[in-house]
DNA sequence: ACGAGGCACCTGTGATCACAGTTTGACAGG
DNA sequence: CCTGTCAAACTGTGATCACAGGTGCCTCGT
């Protein structure tokens, strides 16, 4: 049997590395949501490993505000209150804004269209309401944009903004019953970004970074 | 003998945090250089403890880039290209741009009294040439403002890219040969931050944040 | 004298064990 | 039936040991 169809990330990474990107992904599309509460023995069996590399994982997240770690209690996805999720939103709006800004010069025709492809994604999952799809589609649509704007630093930051406000977003949809509410303004962006328009961009970007502050507004 | 002499927020808080904390202080006043090296077993028996609390602590800092960490090696201090750095400042620009717009109908007269003293602490430190106390009143001067922005999430994020960019800002501190180059710009700002305008402090502390570029600008 | 190979020491990573505080559920008393 | 209490099982934290890979110096050969 051949090497090539396994998965190949493992060998060169660690296993510490590889439960912390597995967490992170599950946070970033809400299949993680705010109250859950995680356990290194039990999360160290799921991956077939020791609790050690578990352990630093959740530290580690916990440390960046990903998960919330008391003293000698379970780990838990943080359940934002509505202002701590406005500040957040806050931040996302502004460094989006700069990255969007930044990226509209260097965005290819090929990135144009996938772009488009990512806003079609993100339309059906809507309908269907399937919020791990539709934030997949959109941490991806927002990333490849941000990506083009040369800053990796700027990039890591935004990454973990998506992952702290992943279980929040999923929440609100989760708790909408009509899908109605919806508005393609992502197509709007693509325009935007089209026509090289760098202000109207980050104008555009900041107010969907702060759509998300939508649900539950108080 | 009284308790009340010993500093106290040892008990509460965990092995690992006060290692993590020490690091991070360290790099933030430029205590640690660029490229220097630090080993897990050597920083633990210099704590008293055992290597877990350190590794974790280090683990964390390579986590969020204040360290580099590659696989079985040394965990080292970043030595930043002139591009990587362009980005933090860049970074950093945007972000404290935005916190200080939002701090400044926030400060009161007694705050802007520590701004005016945090500003002479830096003018003394350098014409010493004394790059810690520089970097050192510097931060505390920035983080006064910041955190009237009310905002705990975006604070966190500003510290991180003060300890990214603090070996960085003493490396170009400790090159230079004539302390000249100094301009009371951070008097500008307090007398901004007194009239309420809070695009003018915007402004001026985005200049003040992109300030540590003009170091090694090639 | 110079270069290449090898071995000893260094590094971080993972496993296993011991410990202390927290949570939870069951059981006894009102 | 409700409530207060206690014990067992859970939680994360720290220590110690074993392992594999990387670095560099020292020696041996040419």
Known sequence: MHNHSEKFP?????????????LRA????????????????????EHGMSAMPVREALKQLALERALTGALKRAYRVPDLTCGEAANLFQIRAVLEGGAAEAATPHLSAR????????????????HKQDAIRFLEANFRFHALIYSRARNDALLDLIENLFVRTGPWLAKGILSLDKPEDWLGEHEAIVAALERGDAALSRRLIEEDARWGMSFFQS
Chains 1, 2 share one sequence.
């Open 10 to 22: 493992d060998p060169p990474r660690t296993l510490s590395a590889t439960v912390y990107d597995d």
């Open 26 to 45: 599950r946070l970033l599309v809400g299949r993680l949501l705010p109250g859950d509460t995680i356990s290194i023995r039990t999360l160290a069996a």
């Open 111 to 126: 990135d144009l269209e996938t772009l488009r492809r990512r806003t079609r994604q993100m339309d059906v999952a809507w």
